[in-house]
Protein backbone atom coordinates (compact mmCIF):
# COMPACT_ATOMS: atom_id res chain seq x y z
CA UNK A 1 0.00 0.00 0.00
CA UNK A 2 1.12 3.62 -0.75
CA UNK A 3 0.11 6.87 0.75
CA UNK A 4 1.88 9.42 -1.30
CA UNK A 5 1.35 13.23 -0.63
CA UNK A 6 1.97 15.47 -2.99
CA UNK A 7 1.85 19.47 -4.24
CA UNK A 8 -1.02 20.26 -6.51
CA UNK A 9 1.10 22.39 -8.85
CA UNK A 10 4.75 23.06 -9.74
CA UNK A 11 5.87 26.06 -11.35
CA UNK A 12 9.99 26.12 -11.83
CA UNK A 13 12.32 28.28 -14.04
CA UNK A 14 14.09 31.00 -13.43
CA UNK A 15 11.74 34.39 -12.91
CA UNK A 16 9.00 32.51 -12.33
CA UNK A 17 8.53 34.66 -8.50
CA UNK A 18 6.94 37.05 -11.02
CA UNK A 19 4.05 34.49 -11.48
CA UNK A 20 2.89 34.51 -7.28
CA UNK A 21 0.29 37.29 -7.59
CA UNK A 22 -1.27 35.80 -10.19
CA UNK A 23 -1.31 32.32 -8.26
CA UNK A 24 -2.44 33.64 -5.11
CA UNK A 25 -5.03 35.63 -6.95
CA UNK A 26 -6.21 32.12 -8.38
CA UNK A 27 -7.39 31.45 -4.74
CA UNK A 28 -9.97 33.91 -4.91
CA UNK A 29 -8.80 35.34 -1.77
CA UNK A 30 -7.89 39.31 -0.54
CA UNK A 31 -5.95 39.33 2.51
CA UNK A 32 -2.42 37.04 2.70
CA UNK A 33 -0.06 36.14 5.28
CA UNK A 34 3.34 35.99 3.63
CA UNK A 35 5.65 34.56 6.45
CA UNK A 36 9.70 35.44 5.10
CA UNK A 37 12.84 35.30 6.27
CA UNK A 38 13.43 39.24 5.84
CA UNK A 39 10.36 41.81 4.40
CA UNK A 40 13.43 44.22 2.72
CA UNK A 41 14.87 41.58 0.64
CA UNK A 42 15.22 42.86 -2.77
CA UNK A 43 13.22 39.21 -4.11
CA UNK A 44 10.14 39.31 -1.18
CA UNK A 45 10.11 43.25 -1.81
CA UNK A 46 9.34 42.28 -5.28
CA UNK A 47 6.75 39.28 -4.33
CA UNK A 48 5.20 41.27 -2.14
CA UNK A 49 4.57 43.70 -4.90
CA UNK A 50 3.77 41.48 -7.40
CA UNK A 51 0.78 40.28 -4.81
CA UNK A 52 -0.52 43.68 -4.10
CA UNK A 53 -0.58 44.51 -7.93
CA UNK A 54 -3.50 42.10 -8.29
CA UNK A 55 -5.54 44.34 -5.24
CA UNK A 56 -4.83 41.89 -2.40
CA UNK A 57 -3.74 42.77 1.14
CA UNK A 58 -0.50 41.10 2.14
CA UNK A 59 0.16 40.92 5.58
CA UNK A 60 4.29 40.20 6.03
CA UNK A 61 6.07 39.20 8.92
CA UNK A 62 10.16 38.09 9.00
CA UNK A 63 10.34 37.08 12.55
CA UNK A 64 11.62 33.10 11.60
CA UNK A 65 14.59 33.84 11.48
CA UNK A 66 15.69 30.32 12.72
CA UNK A 67 13.78 26.64 12.86
CA UNK A 68 10.00 28.21 14.94
CA UNK A 69 9.33 27.39 18.32
CA UNK A 70 5.93 26.75 19.42
CA UNK A 71 5.73 30.13 20.81
CA UNK A 72 6.29 31.32 17.85
CA UNK A 73 3.67 29.45 15.58
CA UNK A 74 1.20 29.78 18.00
CA UNK A 75 1.96 33.72 18.09
CA UNK A 76 1.69 33.73 14.12
CA UNK A 77 -1.41 31.88 13.92
CA UNK A 78 -3.00 34.95 15.97
CA UNK A 79 -1.66 37.08 13.46
CA UNK A 80 -3.43 35.21 10.55
CA UNK A 81 -6.85 35.26 12.43
CA UNK A 82 -6.98 38.19 13.67
CA UNK A 83 -6.20 39.71 10.36
CA UNK A 84 -8.44 37.56 8.56
CA UNK A 85 -6.26 36.00 6.22
CA UNK A 86 -7.32 33.58 3.69
CA UNK A 87 -4.48 32.11 2.26
CA UNK A 88 -0.79 32.19 3.58
CA UNK A 89 2.74 32.31 1.27
CA UNK A 90 5.94 30.73 2.39
CA UNK A 91 9.18 32.67 0.78
CA UNK A 92 12.42 31.58 2.62
CA UNK A 93 14.24 28.25 3.74
CA UNK A 94 12.90 25.00 5.49
CA UNK A 95 11.88 26.93 8.59
CA UNK A 96 10.19 29.53 7.12
CA UNK A 97 8.00 26.96 5.37
CA UNK A 98 7.62 24.72 8.25
CA UNK A 99 6.24 27.46 10.21
CA UNK A 100 3.78 28.39 7.75
CA UNK A 101 2.84 24.98 6.80
CA UNK A 102 1.70 24.92 10.79
CA UNK A 103 0.28 28.33 11.02
CA UNK A 104 -1.85 27.30 7.86
CA UNK A 105 -3.21 24.19 9.64
CA UNK A 106 -4.08 25.31 13.25
CA UNK A 107 -5.29 28.74 11.61
CA UNK A 108 -8.26 26.55 10.58
CA UNK A 109 -8.23 23.26 12.96
CA UNK A 110 -7.69 25.26 16.11
CA UNK A 111 -6.03 24.37 19.13
CA UNK A 112 -2.48 25.32 19.44
CA UNK A 113 0.93 23.14 18.47
CA UNK A 114 1.69 21.53 21.41
CA UNK A 115 -1.68 19.42 20.91
CA UNK A 116 -0.49 18.61 17.53
CA UNK A 117 3.39 18.29 18.18
CA UNK A 118 2.95 16.25 21.75
CA UNK A 119 -0.43 15.09 22.20
CA UNK A 120 -1.04 13.69 18.46
CA UNK A 121 -4.27 15.89 18.10
CA UNK A 122 -5.74 14.51 14.36
CA UNK A 123 -5.68 17.19 11.62
CA UNK A 124 -9.30 17.10 10.39
CA UNK A 125 -10.20 20.30 8.44
CA UNK A 126 -8.35 21.61 4.97
CA UNK A 127 -5.82 24.33 5.70
CA UNK A 128 -5.77 27.47 4.87
CA UNK A 129 -4.04 27.63 1.03
CA UNK A 130 -0.59 27.45 1.24
CA UNK A 131 1.90 28.76 -1.48
CA UNK A 132 5.92 27.69 -0.89
CA UNK A 133 8.36 29.62 -2.56
CA UNK A 134 11.77 28.35 -0.99
CA UNK A 135 15.07 30.52 -1.21
CA UNK A 136 17.44 27.54 -0.56
CA UNK A 137 18.18 24.66 -2.18
CA UNK A 138 18.01 21.52 0.17
CA UNK A 139 14.95 20.90 3.11
CA UNK A 140 12.65 19.99 0.26
CA UNK A 141 10.06 21.37 2.95
CA UNK A 142 8.39 22.91 -0.12
CA UNK A 143 7.43 19.18 -1.07
CA UNK A 144 6.25 17.76 2.28
CA UNK A 145 3.46 17.45 4.40
CA UNK A 146 5.97 17.60 7.28
CA UNK A 147 6.66 20.78 10.37
CA UNK A 148 9.16 20.71 12.36
CA UNK A 149 9.29 22.57 15.75
CA UNK A 150 11.22 23.54 18.58
CA UNK A 151 9.62 22.98 21.95
CA UNK A 152 11.54 25.26 24.57
CA UNK A 153 9.00 23.84 26.92
CA UNK A 154 10.24 20.09 26.89
CA UNK A 155 13.66 21.08 24.75
CA UNK A 156 12.33 18.68 21.74
CA UNK A 157 12.52 19.39 18.20
CA UNK A 158 10.03 17.27 16.65
CA UNK A 159 7.98 17.27 13.82
CA UNK A 160 4.32 16.43 13.55
CA UNK A 161 2.06 15.74 9.79
CA UNK A 162 -1.16 15.44 7.94
CA UNK A 163 -1.38 15.39 3.93
CA UNK A 164 -3.55 18.37 4.55
CA UNK A 165 -0.49 20.18 5.41
CA UNK A 166 1.56 19.92 1.90
CA UNK A 167 1.63 22.95 0.77
CA UNK A 168 -1.22 23.29 -2.35
CA UNK A 169 0.91 25.15 -4.80
CA UNK A 170 5.30 25.68 -5.09
CA UNK A 171 7.23 28.26 -7.12
CA UNK A 172 10.75 27.12 -7.70
CA UNK A 173 12.51 30.27 -8.72
CA UNK A 174 16.43 29.29 -8.78
CA UNK A 175 17.12 33.29 -9.10
CA UNK A 176 16.60 33.66 -5.60
CA UNK A 177 19.32 31.25 -4.24
CA UNK A 178 21.97 33.27 -6.21
CA UNK A 179 22.73 35.16 -3.37
CA UNK A 180 22.71 32.40 -0.80
CA UNK A 181 26.58 32.07 1.65
CA UNK A 182 28.25 29.39 0.55
CA UNK A 183 28.08 27.97 3.86
CA UNK A 184 24.25 28.38 3.55
CA UNK A 185 24.50 26.82 -0.17
CA UNK A 186 26.65 23.97 1.84
CA UNK A 187 24.75 23.09 4.69
CA UNK A 188 21.13 23.15 2.61
CA UNK A 189 22.62 20.91 -0.37
CA UNK A 190 23.84 17.93 2.07
CA UNK A 191 20.52 18.30 3.57
CA UNK A 192 18.60 17.06 0.61
CA UNK A 193 21.61 14.84 -0.15
CA UNK A 194 20.90 12.93 3.20
CA UNK A 195 16.92 13.15 2.36
CA UNK A 196 17.21 11.26 -1.11
CA UNK A 197 19.89 8.55 0.49
CA UNK A 198 17.99 7.83 3.61
CA UNK A 199 14.94 7.58 2.14
CA UNK A 200 16.47 5.31 -0.86
CA UNK A 201 17.26 2.95 1.60
CA UNK A 202 14.31 3.04 4.03
CA UNK A 203 11.95 0.58 4.52
CA UNK A 204 8.66 2.14 3.48
CA UNK A 205 10.56 3.29 0.05
CA UNK A 206 8.39 2.51 -3.28
CA UNK A 207 9.40 3.11 -6.66
CA UNK A 208 7.71 7.00 -6.70
CA UNK A 209 10.05 7.76 -3.76
CA UNK A 210 13.45 5.60 -5.32
CA UNK A 211 12.96 7.56 -8.53
CA UNK A 212 13.20 10.77 -6.92
CA UNK A 213 15.97 9.91 -4.65
CA UNK A 214 17.75 8.78 -7.19
CA UNK A 215 17.75 11.57 -8.94
CA UNK A 216 18.13 13.83 -6.33
CA UNK A 217 21.58 12.34 -6.21
CA UNK A 218 22.70 12.22 -9.08
CA UNK A 219 21.92 15.91 -9.72
CA UNK A 220 23.52 16.94 -6.02
CA UNK A 221 26.60 14.60 -6.41
CA UNK A 222 26.78 17.00 -10.21
CA UNK A 223 25.64 20.59 -9.34
CA UNK A 224 26.30 21.28 -5.51
CA UNK A 225 30.49 21.86 -5.81
CA UNK A 226 29.70 23.97 -8.67
CA UNK A 227 27.40 26.18 -7.01
CA UNK A 228 29.97 26.77 -4.45
CA UNK A 229 32.69 27.60 -7.29
CA UNK A 230 30.19 29.78 -8.96
CA UNK A 231 27.02 31.12 -7.07
CA UNK A 232 26.21 32.54 -9.62
CA UNK A 233 25.82 29.71 -11.62
CA UNK A 234 22.40 29.72 -13.57
CA UNK A 235 22.23 25.74 -14.30
CA UNK A 236 23.59 24.62 -11.29
CA UNK A 237 21.64 26.51 -8.96
CA UNK A 238 18.35 25.67 -10.99
CA UNK A 239 19.50 21.59 -11.05
CA UNK A 240 20.02 22.51 -7.33
CA UNK A 241 16.56 23.60 -6.73
CA UNK A 242 15.45 20.53 -8.73
CA UNK A 243 16.90 18.12 -6.45
CA UNK A 244 15.95 19.42 -3.50
CA UNK A 245 12.37 19.59 -4.25
CA UNK A 246 12.73 15.65 -5.78
CA UNK A 247 14.37 14.92 -2.11
CA UNK A 248 11.45 16.62 -0.92
CA UNK A 249 9.07 14.11 -3.03
CA UNK A 250 11.48 11.24 -1.59
CA UNK A 251 10.79 12.04 2.19
CA UNK A 252 7.60 10.43 1.60
CA UNK A 253 8.85 6.76 2.85
CA UNK A 254 10.41 8.99 5.76
CA UNK A 255 13.66 9.19 7.32
CA UNK A 256 16.46 6.82 8.77
CA UNK A 257 19.74 7.05 11.56
CA UNK A 258 21.27 10.22 10.53
CA UNK A 259 17.73 12.16 10.70
CA UNK A 260 16.69 10.61 13.55
CA UNK A 261 20.16 12.34 15.68
CA UNK A 262 20.37 15.00 13.79
CA UNK A 263 17.31 16.65 14.27
CA UNK A 264 16.61 16.17 17.86
CA UNK A 265 20.32 16.78 18.15
CA UNK A 266 20.27 19.87 16.56
CA UNK A 267 17.44 21.63 18.64
CA UNK A 268 19.34 20.47 21.61
CA UNK A 269 23.08 22.25 20.16
CA UNK A 270 21.60 24.61 18.23
CA UNK A 271 23.56 22.85 14.99
CA UNK A 272 22.38 24.02 11.66
CA UNK A 273 19.86 21.19 9.95
CA UNK A 274 22.16 20.56 7.08
CA UNK A 275 24.99 20.53 8.98
CA UNK A 276 23.70 17.69 11.48
CA UNK A 277 22.87 15.83 8.21
CA UNK A 278 26.52 16.18 6.93
CA UNK A 279 27.84 14.46 10.60
CA UNK A 280 25.51 11.78 11.29
CA UNK A 281 25.35 10.49 7.39
CA UNK A 282 28.56 8.57 6.82
CA UNK A 283 28.03 7.15 9.54
CA UNK A 284 24.11 5.97 9.29
CA UNK A 285 25.49 4.69 5.99
CA UNK A 286 27.44 2.07 7.97
CA UNK A 287 25.33 1.27 10.64
CA UNK A 288 23.01 0.38 7.47
CA UNK A 289 25.23 -0.75 4.79
CA UNK A 290 24.65 -4.69 5.39
CA UNK A 291 20.94 -4.78 5.55
CA UNK A 292 20.45 -2.75 2.75
CA UNK A 293 23.50 -3.26 0.25
CA UNK A 294 21.83 -3.39 -3.14
CA UNK A 295 20.59 -0.20 -2.49
CA UNK A 296 23.53 1.16 -1.28
CA UNK A 297 25.69 -0.28 -4.38
CA UNK A 298 22.92 1.97 -6.06
CA UNK A 299 23.97 5.02 -4.39
CA UNK A 300 27.86 4.28 -4.65
CA UNK A 301 27.37 3.89 -8.53
CA UNK A 302 25.53 7.41 -8.53
CA UNK A 303 29.05 8.61 -6.68
CA UNK A 304 31.00 7.51 -9.50
CA UNK A 305 32.03 3.75 -8.43
CA UNK A 306 32.41 1.98 -11.59
CA UNK A 307 31.01 -1.37 -10.99
CA UNK A 308 27.84 -3.33 -11.60
CA UNK A 309 28.49 -5.66 -8.53
CA UNK A 310 26.08 -5.48 -5.34
CA UNK A 311 28.12 -6.84 -3.06
CA UNK A 312 29.56 -4.81 0.52
CA UNK A 313 32.98 -4.18 -1.11
CA UNK A 314 30.74 -1.91 -3.86
CA UNK A 315 28.59 -0.24 -1.58
CA UNK A 316 31.68 0.44 1.67
CA UNK A 317 33.03 1.93 -1.62
CA UNK A 318 30.28 4.31 -1.91
CA UNK A 319 29.97 5.20 1.81
CA UNK A 320 34.16 6.57 1.02
CA UNK A 321 32.80 8.59 -2.03
CA UNK A 322 30.19 10.00 0.28
CA UNK A 323 32.73 11.17 3.14
CA UNK A 324 35.08 12.36 0.61
CA UNK A 325 32.23 14.29 -0.95
CA UNK A 326 31.46 15.95 2.07
CA UNK A 327 35.22 16.50 2.91
CA UNK A 328 35.76 18.30 -0.16
CA UNK A 329 32.93 20.56 0.69
CA UNK A 330 34.34 20.93 3.91
CA UNK A 331 31.54 19.63 6.42
CA UNK A 332 32.35 19.14 9.54
CA UNK A 333 32.76 15.63 11.11
CA UNK A 334 32.35 16.19 14.75
CA UNK A 335 29.56 17.75 17.03
CA UNK A 336 33.05 19.57 19.50
CA UNK A 337 32.48 23.06 18.68
CA UNK A 338 28.76 22.91 19.18
CA UNK A 339 29.48 21.27 22.70
CA UNK A 340 28.75 23.23 26.06
CA UNK A 341 29.20 22.83 29.47
CA UNK A 342 25.15 21.61 30.15
CA UNK A 343 25.41 18.55 27.88
CA UNK A 344 24.96 15.38 29.11
CA UNK A 345 25.03 12.54 26.69
CA UNK A 346 23.00 10.56 28.86
CA UNK A 347 20.13 13.02 28.61
CA UNK A 348 20.68 13.45 24.71
CA UNK A 349 20.24 10.03 24.10
CA UNK A 350 16.47 9.87 26.42
CA UNK A 351 16.21 13.71 23.98
CA UNK A 352 16.80 11.88 20.43
CA UNK A 353 14.91 9.03 21.43
CA UNK A 354 11.89 10.75 22.92
CA UNK A 355 11.31 12.50 19.60
CA UNK A 356 12.09 9.65 17.25
CA UNK A 357 11.10 6.60 18.89
CA UNK A 358 8.39 6.19 16.95
CA UNK A 359 10.88 5.72 13.38
CA UNK A 360 10.60 2.41 12.21
CA UNK A 361 11.68 2.78 8.56
CA UNK A 362 15.54 2.92 8.55
CA UNK A 363 17.24 -0.54 7.54
CA UNK A 364 18.42 -1.52 10.77
CA UNK A 365 16.71 -1.50 14.24
CA UNK A 366 18.04 1.53 15.95
CA UNK A 367 17.43 1.74 19.39
CA UNK A 368 19.13 4.13 22.60
CA UNK A 369 22.53 1.56 22.49
CA UNK A 370 22.91 2.89 18.65
CA UNK A 371 22.11 6.50 19.42
CA UNK A 372 24.65 6.23 22.41
CA UNK A 373 27.49 4.44 20.43
CA UNK A 374 26.80 7.22 16.90
CA UNK A 375 26.82 9.82 19.33
CA UNK A 376 30.32 8.80 21.17
CA UNK A 377 31.98 8.80 17.60
CA UNK A 378 31.18 12.44 17.02
CA UNK A 379 32.38 14.33 20.29
Not at 65 to 74: F, L, N, T, V, Y
Not at 89 to 99: E, N, R, T, W
Not at 173 to 188: G, R
Request: glycine fraction near 6%.
Amino acid sequence: MWDISQNRRVIFGEGTSSQIGLLVKSFAVSRVFVSTYDVKSAGVKSIIKNITDQGITAYADDSIKGEPSISDIDRLVKVVNQNECQAVVAIGGGSVMDAAKAVAMIATNGGNVEQYQMEGKPVTKPCLPLIAVPTTAGTGSEATRVSVVYNHKNKLKKSFYSPLMIADAVVLDPELTFSLPTDITVSTGIDALSHAIESYVSLNATPYTEMYGLKAMELIQENLPRCVANGNDASARSNMMLASFFAGCALNAGIGLAHMIAQPLGGLLKIPHGVACAIYLPYAMQYNVAHSTKKYCDIARVMGVKSSENSVAVAQEGIERVQIYLQALKAPTKITTYLNDAFDLDDAVKTIMGATSHIKCNPRIVDADVIRRTVEQTL
